[in-house]
């Protein structure tokens, strides 16, 4: 069973940055494609940012320029830097794994694990 454990999350004002990471516990964790997924209240999930086992990567036009997604594919761990952060990324955040062999495509439900989530608050 692939198991997912974000941590890094918390409060920040405007401005400001926060790095999320994920460990993730599978020795195939590089040929997985990798995301990052965040949900506020009220609001369906969205996908962030992601990276295929290739190194392509994708953002969300809002974030463009501000965050930066990446991964260490000797310490299974994956990562999301957050820089102008603004309270529109008030959110709580998970990061979610493929099954090998599966399109980087941005699509919730095609995800197979997810961790528990990690809360952001960001403040004006």
């Known amino acids: 069973q692939v198991q997912l454990a974000e941590s890094g999350g918390g409060s920040v004002q405007t401005g400001g940055s926060l790095r999320l990471s994920c460990a993730i516990s599978d020795s195939t964790y590089s040929r997985r494609c990798m995301a990052w997924f965040r949900q506020a209240p009220g609001k369906e999930r969205e996908a962030v940012a992601r990276?295929?086992?290739?190194?392509?990567?994708s953002y969300i036009e809002s974030v463009k320029g501000r965050f930066t997604i990446s991964r260490d594919n000797a310490k299974n761990t994956l990562y999301l830097q957050m820089d102008s952060m603004k309270p529109e990324d008030t959110a709580m955040y998970y990061c979610a794994a493929k099954r090998i062999g599966y399109s980087c495509s941005s699509s919730p439900v095609a995800f197979a694990y997810w961790g528990q989530g990690t809360p952001v608050t960001v403040s004006s």
């Open positions: 990276i295929a086992s290739d190194g392509v990567i």
